[in-house]
């Protein structure tokens, strides 16, 4: 336990890394701390850590980086290391201030190796560790030397983990648990002895710590005034040591043990305040938590991954532990008192002990759950093989079987006593839960298998709801937004009204929302982290990834027999844990005496939650409290439980610490707590160890039952075998001894064999069956035989295949023998290039080439010829478009007839210039044909490259003033196509012999076959002769072994057999089996044929009776006489049969000489080879050991031919550079052309707008050029930093210098901002507006002046570059000529054997061999002949030659000649040309332009179409001349309608002023009589009032009638 410091910390520094930090260290003063970071950024920061700021960065390397470390002399050097690399730092004082700057080390010949330990000597070299455990001394960035121990033993046996230099001695501290001590001296000043780079030397002092001991760091510590050493070891301890190495030195001392890495599972006493824990690092540790104290550990072979104290139901003395191993073992120990041994009182050393009670194994992966039931009878463990299994609890853990569940188990809980039914609760890693009743026992003795397949299970498919919870939020939470709008929207209109303002209640356009995010579900489900009942079939879940941060309530479903893989089940109630997203619940815990449920998280922080009466619901998990506990990146809660008491809450994690807390306050915690150690049980100490299962890969309980019940059905079937075997064998034996009955009887009386035999339909049916159970198991083993077949054709291409065997073949009558050459497939390390690829891509680029020219020289023929056939196609098709099947009138017919004179002449044309360009292209043949005047021709020249490289002497190759051509330069791949032409030679030579040899075995097979058959034929022939005639027969050849060498790896039925025998006779595995061979021999009787010769005697009698019928017929004919004709037959065959056997033995005799003789010239053959071979190999030795010299010099030659390229390739660059350079010169040139002469035409505009004798010329001028100087003080403001005014203000201020070029030194004061009196408005703002384009082209103009200056100083760069390129080039390439020189000697200087006999010896001195042969040389015959040939060559060619020069001359003069007359005659015609063309043109003119001008198409096609378009148009004209006259008679019939309409009108109007002038005096003067008669006058009023409107609208609609006739006649 650690307690948090009283004072905060100095000093907070931030920022040095993103993730994590590795290794810190501080400087010898404490000034600065050097820090290294993590993946991914690995920052070495230096800090000013008092200041809390950074003062160095760099990145330390690309991986893991593990240490650093400051000098302990130089605080300004630093050293790092880490994962293959050390690296030396050095803070500098550069321009830019302090940096920090490293230099890798370099390993050189030395094995890449990860450095953990180093440090700094105080001379500055430094030593570090390795992986294979030696010392290397640094030196300068390179490994001066690595150290070891005597006998190139290693300074450590493993990774040294860590270096120290104290008080002049330097420690190393091993992985293997080894601390020791050096001569610094020795090794400081250790240098190499050899090319292996190793140093032997011996530790002055050594200290071992113990097996299974893996020290990572120490550190000295001085308490009151004795100093001693702390030492972290890995497996879990931390040592006290003593290195003083003397007499008085204490023994390494354990202080503390721990476990070793992160804690998995932990369990509390359920009577004393003891607990006990378990870990990978293959330990369980009993600890006493109210005194924080260890009180024992036992450790196994493999890690601990599950534990459950047994409760007091199945212990009452609570001392009783089950432990599940990651192997699948579970193991149940017990924790006892000690000193409550009997006899062991006050013997006892321990607090408690440890024993093993029962080890059994119920599972093949590692167990992750283990659960005791509640009345304490049944034991469940679950594991990650996807099984749970079950055990009754007695007095040993007996197996009641397993059932297997969808997904690793995760986590098991019984259901409480209360319900009903005793269930489990099973939690899988794959989102299953799955709950089963407890099994009952069977009786094992009945079951085959521990599987339990009819146990009521019920299941449950977690299917994912958060992204539907989001998606419910989201709307809720859009939802409460509008309706906050709302009501703000609403108050605000309430709040105006108030203050009498009228609002229009209009509601605002809503934006467009977001769209809802769409329903997500994981492909890979959540895991299942955690789960406790709730009820009867319900259950609350705490899922990881991304269903983290709820609780899930959830229930099994009754009645649904489905798939468990296809269910997709929903939880019914949902509670949100705050700030759990990324932080999930790992593992739940209750304390039932304060109502609190706590959640131990992710992030190794401990949450606790105070529980209302009704249990868990949503607003009763808001409030809790919250502590960080453990690691947060590495200290996940693995484990949490209350004690017994529920005094105390115990968590572990992944970082390995435990913490204990204390539930109660104060008052309430009882002042001495003493933990009381169970009992022991009885007669624990006379019961022999438990056997532990150490074998990882043992059996578990299920295959331990297979195995066992897999035994029990073969020992039957083996009981079964040896019945029928015996069986089988009292029926042989009986049948043997009618056998032997039937032999004793005299032979007439004899059976014979056939009618011992059964009906042969019995075996016919046998065999029948025998052959379909061969054919089924055919089938069966037919993979396994196509595997081991293919494996036998492997080991065959691998073994025999690449060697041929040798043969040996023996002549018949001598001792000669010729044996073939035992050869390897030809190796592919020299492949020779076949192709040379340089030579026919030269030929391929010429062909190319000129290819390329003739088809440029046929599109420039075919892109002038093509213009005049567009045009006349196009003619043509537009001349049929044209045609129509209408009758064609005059001038239709007359515009076809020029269109077809046309058509006429573009044939013409056409043809003329086909002939024109047959010409041009014939001219151009012919010029392409003519040599250029620097033309040579490449087989002279060639020639002449020859002559001038081999002219003088016969040039040796170790001569000083040889020189090597590029072609003859030797290099390593040359040399290897070399060797491998060489090999394959060799190889083809010897193959061709090893045919030969086996051509004459065949041939000597062949003539033992015809000599066997001559040899039946001389002894049937014999067998007429008499013995006293009989010539000896010559013996029949027989093959030896060696002949014959590929039946060694022949093989059959039998061979194999045998060999099976031998290896199971060596491995000494015999079956007793004794049944076998007599049923072998007993199918053997039955089944083959008897011999005459064995057991069958009517066979036997028969051919008895046979011979003596044959003797006494021999014998009756040899008694009767022979007549003369018979004798006379029996003369002449008797000579025929000696001149046959003599024949016959003859020509035996000479198959033998004539096979021994192709023996022997064969093998004269093949030694003459031999020597030859001889030669070969040789050459092969010479080859290779030039082979090796280049190689050693190749590296050299490598980086010399890549300086060469480098300077190829720099020199390319610049080259395009300097090409670059003078393209963009040339153009700036360009541009500054242009721009002076825009410059002149705007002075020339000037003065052509001022005109002659303008008055304010000068005035005009000023301001024209005035700005110039102003712009040049702009330009000077701009460098000093008056870079802000605009163009406006410098317009503003009045400049009162004149230009002294124009003015000299007379200043007038103008302001050019006002037009001068008298001037005109547009003369002055045009001068305005010159002067403003003048200075933008003043600008433009310096400012490419200023690019073509930088760009000459570029291009004058670039040439000095170029220089020094070709300097360093011409350099390169005379130590490259000096390095092939240098690599021929070397070459020159191997010995070269040259077998010679004496006649090829011709350098004789005084008829007597020489007895030096230093100055003498070695040519072959070849060669001299060559020499000697090319002597005569060379003087007969030379001979040649002047004649040939001689006719050259004499026809170059001819040549001349006719040349000159040529000229002549040109020159005449040519002025009778002009002369002709001035009398006929009046001047000079081009025949070729003239011709193809003669006749313009395009304008005789315009012709025609002008023609027919006057056509077109006058038809057109015509139909509206007829439309008009149409119109205008219809316009005079309106005209004359509307008049008689007129006429009408004004009748009307005449007849209505009569009426009106009528009813008005008719109103006046008699009122009062017609008063009566009123209602008929307005009758009448109003029938004339609707006959006057009527009158109107026609009058109206003769007028519009009128106005549209108009219309129509304009």
Not at 576 to 603: A, V
Request: proline share 4%; net charge negative.
């Amino acid at each position: 336990m650690e307690q948090e410091p009283a004072e905060d910390a100095e000093a907070d520094p931030t920022g040095g890394t993103e993730m994590a930090y590795v290794y810190g260290d501080f400087n010898r003063t404490g000034t600065f701390l050097a820090s290294v970071g993590s993946s991914p950024d690995y920052m070495l920061t230096i800090w000013d850590w008092k200041q809390e700021e950074t003062l160095l960065r760099s990145k330390a390397f690309a991986q893991d980086v593990y240490k650093v470390m400051f000098s302990a002399e130089n605080e300004e050097h630093l050293t790092t290391g880490g994962s293959g690399h050390i690296r030396f730092w050095k803070m500098a004082l550069t321009l830019t201030g302090l940096k920090l700057q490293g230099a890798l080390g370099r390993f050189g010949k030395t094995a890449v190796s990860d450095i953990i330990g180093f440090v700094e000597l105080p001379d500055g070299k430094v030593v570090s560790g390795t992986e294979w455990g030696n010392l290397l001394l640094w030196e300068g960035g390179l490994i001066k030397v690595e150290l070891c121990q005597v006998g190139h033993k290693p300074c450590h046996e493993g990774p040294v983990s860590q270096l120290v230099f104290d008080e002049g001695e330097l420690y190393s501290v091993g992985k293997d648990g080894v601390i020791r001590m050096w001569n610094f001296e020795v090794v400081d000043t250790a240098d190499p002895v050899d090319d292996t780079g190793l140093v032997e030397m011996e530790p002055m002092n050594e200290l071992w710590l113990g097996k299974n001991v893996s020290l990572n760091f120490i550190t000295k510590i001085h308490d009151h005034g004795q100093s001693f050493w702390f030492a972290q070891d890995t497996s879990g301890a931390i040592w006290k040591l003593d290195l003083t190495f003397s007499n008085m030195s204490h023994d390494p001392e354990r202080m503390c043990t721990f476990h070793s890495g992160g804690i998995e599972a932990i369990g509390v006493s359920p009577f004393t305040c003891l607990m006990a824990t378990t870990a990978l690092d293959r330990s369980v540790r009993i600890y006493d938590f109210s005194s924080n104290s260890q009180l024992s550990v036992i450790k196994f072979k493999q890690g601990g991954t599950a534990l459950a104290w047994a409760p007091a139901v199945v212990n009452p003395e609570g001392g009783l532990i089950a432990v599940g191993f990651e192997d699948g073992v579970v193991r149940i120990i017990e924790v006892y008192d000690p000193k409550l041994l009997p006899g062991h009182a006050g013997h006892a050393n321990e607090i408690a002990e440890i024993n093993l009670k029962q080890v059994f194994k119920p599972h093949g992966a590692a167990v992750t759950a283990l659960a005791y039931k509640q009345k304490g009878n049944v034991f469940a463990t679950g594991s990650k093989d996807k099984t749970v299994f079950f055990f009754v609890i007695e007095d040993e853990y007996k197996p009641i079987g397993f059932i297997c569940v969808p997904g690793p188990v995760q986590a098991l809980q019984w259901s409480p006593p209360s319900y009903d039914k005793s269930t489990v609760l099973i939690l899988c890693e794959n989102g299953f839960a799955v709950q089963v009743l407890a099994p009952l026992r069977r009786k094992q003795d009945k079951v085959t298998t521990y599987h339990i397949k009819n146990l009521p299970t019920q299941y449950f498919h977690f299917y994912s709801i958060k992204s539907q919870i989001k998606l419910k939020e989201e709307i809720a939470r859009r939802e409460k937004e509008k309706e906050e709008k709302e009501k703000a929207r609403l108050e605000w209109i309430n709040q105006q009204k108030e203050l009498g303002l009228e609002v229009e209640e209009t509601k605002e356009e809503e934006p467009e929302e977001e769209p809802l995010p769409s329903i997500y579900i994981p492909e890979e489900p959540s895991p299942i982290l955690c789960g406790f009942y709730s009820a009867p079939g319900k259950f609350w879940l705490s899922l990881g990834g991304y269903d983290s941060g709820f609780l899930y309530h959830c229930e099994f479903s009754h009645g649904e027999k489905e798939d468990p893989e296809k269910r997709k089940d929903e939880p019914f109630e949902v509670i949100p844990m705050q700030d759990t997203d990324n932080n999930p619940i790992h593992q739940i815990s209750f304390c039932t005496r304060m109502s609190l449920m706590f959640c131990g998280m992710q992030d190794g922080s401990l949450r606790a939650y105070p529980l209302s009466e009704k249990g868990l619901s949503v607003g009763a998990l808001k409030d809790y409290w919250y502590l960080n506990v453990h690691d947060n990146d590495n200290g996940q809660i693995r484990g949490m439980c209350c004690s017994h008491d529920d005094r105390c809450l115990i968590t572990c994690g992944g970082d390995g610490n435990i913490f204990t807390f204390d539930l109660m306050s104060e008052e309430e915690l009882p002042k001495e707590l003493k933990v009381r150690i169970p009992p022991p049980r009885r007669g624990l100490e006379k019961e022999k160890a438990t056997e532990d299962i150490t074998d990882p890969d043992a059996y578990t309980i299920e295959e331990y039952k297979q195995k066992k019940e897999h035994e029990q059905k073969m020992k039957e079937a083996e009981e079964k075998k040896n019945r029928k075997r015996e069986k089988l064998s009292a029926l042989r034996q009986d049948f043997v001894f009618l056998l032997q009955k039937n032999q004793e009887l005299p032979k007439h009386m004899q059976l014979h064999r056939e009618e011992f035999e059964m009906d042969r339909r019995i075996f016919e049916e046998l065999d029948r069956q025998t052959l379909q159970r061969i054919h089924l198991v055919q089938k069966q083993l037919a993979w396994e035989h196509e595997k081991q077949f293919i494996g036998l054709q492997k080991l065959q291409a691998q073994f025999r295949d690449s060697l041929e065997l040798t043969l040996t073949v023996h002549a018949i009558q001598s001792n000669h023998q010729i044996s073939t050459y035992s050869l390897l497939t030809v190796s592919e390390k020299y492949a020779p290039d076949k192709k040379h690829v340089d030579s026919k891509w030269a030929v391929l680029k010429e062909k190319w080439t000129a290819l390329k020219e003739a088809e440029q020289t046929e599109e420039e023929i075919l892109r002038e010829i093509s213009p005049v056939h567009r045009g006349s196609v196009a003619f043509e098709k537009e001349a049929e478009r044209l045609k129509t099947p209408e009758i064609r009138k005059p001038t239709t017919r007359y515009i076809e007839s020029r269109r077809q004179k046309i058509k006429r002449l573009v044939e013409k044309y056409d043809a003329l210039k086909a002939k024109i360009m047959k010409r041009r292209a014939e001219w151009h043949e012919l010029y392409k044909s003519k040599p250029r005047h620097n033309h040579e021709n490449s087989k002279d020249a060639e020639e002449i490259k020859e002559a001038r490289e081999n002219i003088g002497c016969y040039r040796l190759k170790s001569a000083t003033n040889y020189t090597l051509t590029e072609n003859e330069r030797i290099s390593t791949e040359k040399k290897m196509i070399q060797l491998a032409i060489l090999e394959d030679l060799i190889h083809k030579a010897k193959v061709n012999m090893n045919k030969e040899i086996v051509s004459l075995r065949d041939l000597k097979v062949s003539t033992i076959d015809e000599i066997k058959s001559l040899v039946k034929e001389v002894k049937s022939i014999q067998a007429n002769l008499d013995a006293s005639e009989h010539l000896p027969i010559p013996p029949i050849p027989q093959l030896h072994p060696d002949e014959v060498p590929e039946k060694i790896v022949e093989y059959n039925s039998d061979v194999l057999l045998k060999f099976k025998e031998e290896q199971e006779a060596k491995a000494k595995l015999k079956e007793p089996l004794e049944g076998c061979p007599s049923s072998r021999a007993f199918r053997h009787v039955f089944l083959q044929t008897p011999s005459v010769e064995e057991g069958d005697p009517m066979a036997q009698a028969g051919d008895a009776s046979a011979v003596v019928t044959e003797e006494q017929e021999s014998f009756e004919m040899g008694k009767a006489e022979p007549t003369e004709m018979e004798l006379e037959i029996l003369k002449r065959e008797k000579i025929k049969n000696l001149y046959l056997q003599e024949t016959l033995i003859k020509k035996i005799n000479t198959l033998v000489i004539n096979f021994d003789a192709e023996l022997c010239l064969l093998r004269h053959k093949k030694l003459k080879m031999d020597v030859q071979m001889k030669s070969a190999d040789l050459r092969c030795i010479t080859c290779c050991e030039e082979l090796l010299i280049l190689k050693k010099l190749e590296i050299h030659e490598d980086l010399l031919e890549e300086k060469i390229c480098a300077f190829i390739n720099k020199q390319e660059n610049v080259h395009s550079k300097l090409k670059s350079c003078l393209a963009q010169m040339e153009d700036r040139k360009c541009e500054i052309v242009m721009l002076e002469e825009r410059e002149k035409a705007l002075y020339a505009s000037f003065k052509a707008s001022l005109g002659e004798n303008n008055e304010f010329a000068d005035v005009l001028t000023d301001i024209l050029k005035k700005e110039i100087e102003c712009v040049e003080k702009k330009e000077v403001g701009g460098e000093a930093g008056e870079q802000n005014e605009n163009k406006e203000e410098d317009d503003e201020k009045p400049d009162l210098k004149a230009d002294e070029e124009n003015c000299g030194s007379v200043n007038i004061v103008f302001d050019d901002s006002v037009c001068p009196e008298g001037c005109s408005e547009d003369l002055f703002l045009n001068t305005i507006q010159l002067r403003q384009q003048r200075i933008g082209i003043e600008k433009a103009l310096e400012e490419e002046k200023k690019v073509a200056a930088n760009l000459k100083k570029e291009y004058n760069a670039l040439a000095i570059k170029a220089k020094e390129i070709e300097t360093s080039l011409d350099t390169t390439n005379r130590e490259l000529e000096a390095f092939q020189w240098e690599k021929l000697h070397k070459l020159n200087e191997l010995d070269v054997v040259v077998p010679l006999r004496l006649h090829q010896v011709q350098c004789l001195v005084d008829g007597e061999m020489p007895r030096d042969f230093s100055q003498t040389l070695v040519f072959t015959n070849q060669s001299l002949q060559y020499l000697q040939k090319r002597i005569v060559d060379l003087r007969n060619e030379k001979i040649m030659q002047r004649e040939i020069h001689k006719k050259a001359k004499e026809q170059h003069k001819q040549l001349l000649q006719e040349k000159k007359e040529m000229e002549m005659e040109i020159q005449g015609l040519e002025e009778r040309c002009n002369n002709l063309m001035m009398e006929k043109f009046g001047r000079l003119v081009d025949f070729e332009a003239v011709q193809v001008h003669s006749v313009n198409i395009p304008m005789e096609q315009m012709k025609v179409r002008i023609m027919e378009k006057e056509y077109e148009h006058f038809m057109e004209l015509k139909e509206w001349e007829e439309r008009i006259v149409l119109l205008q008679h219809q316009l005079t019939k309106l005209t004359r309608e509307n008049t008689s309409k007129l006429h009408q009108l004004n009748k009307f109007c005449h007849e209505k002023h009569q009426l009106e002038t009528e009813l008005e005096s008719l109103t006046t003067g008699q009122g009062g009589e017609f008063e009566g008669t009123r209602s008929a006058d307005i009758k009448e009023t109003a029938q004339l009032e609707s006959r006057l409107m009527h009158v109107t609208r026609e009058v109206t609609l003769l007028k519009e009638e009128i106005s549209q006739g108009r219309v129509d006649e304009m």
